[in-house]
Each structure stands twice: as C-alpha cells, then as structure tokens.
C-alpha cells in the first residue's frame, strides 16, 4: 500500500480521534506528496521519494523546534515535537548509534575509503543503502568519526 493511502486511511482515524495534531501532520504530509505528483505529471511516487519527504519535514520541524527554544516559545515547540511523532511512525525503523556504526563500517570497507578524503564516497553509499533508516546528518558526522 502506497503512503498517499496509509496517510489517507490515518487522515480519517485522526478526524474521528479528533487529534488536531495527528491531522495538522498528516495533512502536511498529504499535501507534500501530492505536490510531488504534480511536479511529476501524475507519475506515481516512489518509495525512496517519500522517505525524502518525511525527512525533510522532520529536518524543517526539528529547525523550528530550535529557532522557537532559542526565542523562549516553548508551546510552539512542543506543537512541532508533537508533529515529528506523528511524522515518524512512516518512516522506516531507524538504526541506533551502534547499529550506524556497524554498517558505516562496512560501507567504509566496501569503498575502500581510507581517509576523511574518501568521504564523498563514503557518504554517496551510505546515503543510498542508508537512506530512511538514518538522516544525513548522522551518517555525515559517524563517517567522518570512523575516517578521521
């Protein structure tokens, strides 16, 4: 089942839950999505596609949450802590600290990296094989840790 429908289908629970915050999130997403089909001319999303999406809207809540803590408006920033709950439980289960290390590791093996200078390598693998399971931000900073 494509995400557009699985969002869809919570869409509906949220309204009858009457959870504004589950429903402002899903909406969100909906609306990412199909913004995305149209871009493409109605060709179908992919996978990979829409774990980008649900990242990015992650990534601009998790800015928001710091640009709201730093101006002292903490309400705002539980609203949008509350929405990367909702927006998580789409994403695919996320690798640990450990487990990161692990596959970063065979990723570094895989390239032959050897320094900090293979780390384009390094990160165009890991953000391939990675993708949706860890954001870039923490592969970039684990690679750059194991090549260093």
Do not use: H, Y
């Amino acid at each position: 089942m494509s995400l557009e429908l699985v969002i869809t289908e919570a869409i509906k629970a949220a309204m009858k839950d009457k959870d504004k915050v589950a429903l402002d999130s899903l909406r969100a997403v909906k609306s990412q999505i199909l913004l995305l089909q149209t871009e493409n001319r109605g060709v179908e999303v992919t996978k990979e596609q829409e774990i980008a999406i649900l990242q990015r809207m992650i990534k601009q809540r998790k800015d928001s949450i710091e640009q709201f803590s730093a101006q002292g408006r903490d309400d705002l920033a539980q609203v949008e802590q509350a929405q990367i709950k909702v927006i998580e439980v789409f994403l695919p289960t996320q690798l640990s600290e450990i487990e990161l290390e692990v596959a970063i590791r065979e990723i570094i093996a895989q390239v032959g990296a050897e320094s900090i200078k293979d780390l384009g390598k390094v990160m165009s693998k890991a953000s391939a094989d990675l993708g949706g399971q860890s954001d870039g931000k923490s592969i970039s900073a684990m690679a750059r840790a194991l090549l260093s």
